[in-house]
């Protein structure tokens, strides 16, 4: 029976490599895409038999904390920024690799209490994750600057033989 305790609060914070920042209101995003192949024959109106041929995800979140080293994350800059504060601290754009990095990508959330229990934390983990979009920054007096993530999952051969894993921790 459905209850409003089940609910699943979205993603709180991303982890990738390090602390990367909190999630802006409207959490994280998992978008599976599948592609079938059917087979359809003379007799028959609608398909007889359905094959997938192919299996996509992508990651999408939106982070509140835009620092240099978020902005370089965001829009996979390889470049590491350069100076040291106090003085002006550098991050060069429009130079980046052709070849994307690939990272784990982790984002955790909280689950709300399950009967006899005082909740979870739920982690959502990618294996390997590129950057597939490289989100906008815009900057607006007295709003908070927003930095958009869109990765595409990509399979793990040979270390784990998957995509990702959900992961539910008591606390």
């Keep these: 029976m459905p209850a409003p305790q089940n ?6 914070a991303v982890l990738i490599g390090s602390d990367l920042g909190y999630v802006k209101a409207g959490g994280t995003t998992i978008t ?4 079938i192949f059917t087979v359809d024959t003379e007799q028959e109106l609608t398909a007889a038999k359905a094959f997938r041929t192919k299996e996509d995800f992508d990651l999408e979140f939106t982070i509140c904390e835009p620092t240099l080293a978020n902005i370089r994350m965001a829009w996979d800059i390889t470049e590491a920024t350069a100076g040291t504060s106090p003085a002006p601290i550098t991050l060069d754009f429009g130079n980046q690799q052709f070849v994307p990095n690939e990272r784990v990508v982790a984002v955790t959330g909280f689950v709300p ?4 229990s005082s909740g979870r934390i739920r982690t959502v983990t990618v294996d390997k994750a590129v950057l597939k979009t490289p989100g906008p920054i815009v900057f607006t007096k007295g709003q908070e600057t927003n930095l958009k993530f869109v990765f595409m999952c990509l399979y793990n051969y040979g270390s784990s033989n998957r995509v990702g894993r959900f992961t539910d921790i008591s606390v």
């Design 7 to 12: 609910l699943v609060a979205g993603g709180n």
């Design 32 to 35: 599976p895409t599948l592609e």
């Design 113 to 116: 209490a399950e009967a006899g």
